[in-house]
T-cell receptor, first 115, second 113 residues
Framework: AQSVTQLGSHVSVSEGALVLLRCNYSSSVPPYLFWYVQYPNQGLQLLLKYTTGATLVKGINGFEAEFKKSETSFHLTKPSAHMSDAAEYFC?????????????FGTGTRLTIIP | GAGVSQSPSNKVTEKGKDVELRCDPI?????LYWYRQSLGQGLEFLIYFQGNSAPDKSGLPSDRFSAERTGGSVSTLTIQRTQQEDSAVYLC???????????FGSGTRLTVV
């Protein structure tokens, strides 16, 4: 079975400051890892994903995440926060198992940007 | 189609009535998923289709919930005898085999009154 834990249900950062959203995973086999963003009253939009290869993954809107197997982490960062980054962010994991590919989500982190 | 399409976008129903929610996945995507997003509950997996088969329906909360997929394409999630606790946003996603790209629809917001 797989799971993800997102530390911090609410994170506030000042505009222009570093954004760091934490995600730790648990998986019995090598995982695929994802970050999704959800703006108010909208669906989920894929920010970035780790499947294989390079452990530093770059996504849309200046976000990136690093897969660290030794720490079982996949934290999301952005060097400089923008007001438009205010949203809810979800980390998700699925197994490299073609028989069962469902995404398991964390509980989400609501990001607030302080002007 | 270009994206995952869900209908209706909003549904208000009376307690005890049946509802059907529709998901039209991206053309060629073999896998289709239903999730439920409730306030304070996060994103809850309901059921997963590979083609027309459902290898994993472990997330369906009760026997009032059922889903089918026909022609390897459109899926319908049916909730019978709706209860107030069924009020949530129901999200559908599709992907190709291997889990490389899950695309979500905008969801159906269900309100049971």
């Amino acid at each position: 079975a797989q799971s993800v834990t997102q530390l911090g249900s609410h994170v506030s950062v000042s505009e222009g400051a570093l954004v760091l959203l934490r995600c730790n995973y648990s998986s019995s086999v090598p995982p695929y890892l994802f970050w999704y963003v959800q703006y108010p009253n909208q669906g989920l939009q894929l920010l970035l994903k780790y499947t294989t290869g390079a452990t530093l993954v770059k996504g849309i809107n200046g976000f990136e995440a690093e897969f660290k197997k030794s720490e079982t982490s996949f934290h999301l960062t952005k060097p400089s926060a923008h007001m438009s980054d205010a949203a809810e962010y979800f980390c998700a994991v699925t197994l490299r198992d073609f028989g069962n590919e469902k995404l398991t989500f964390g509980t989400g982190t609501r990001l607030t940007i302080i002007p | 189609g270009a994206g995952v399409s869900q209908s209706p976008s909003n549904k208000v129903t009376e307690k005890g009535k049946d509802v059907e929610l529709r998901c039209d996945p991206i053309s060629g995507h073999t896998a289709l998923y239903w999730y439920r997003q409730s306030l304070g509950q996060g994103l809850e997996f309901l059921i997963y289709f590979q083609g027309n088969s459902a290898p994993d329906k472990s997330g369906l909360p009760s026997d009032r919930f059922s889903a089918e997929r026909t022609g390897g394409s459109v899926s319908t999630l049916t909730i019978q005898r709706t209860q107030q606790e069924d009020s949530a946003v129901y999200l559908c996603a599709s992907t190709t085999r291997g889990g490389h790209g899950y695309t979500f629809g905008s969801g159906t917001r269900l309100t049971v009154v």
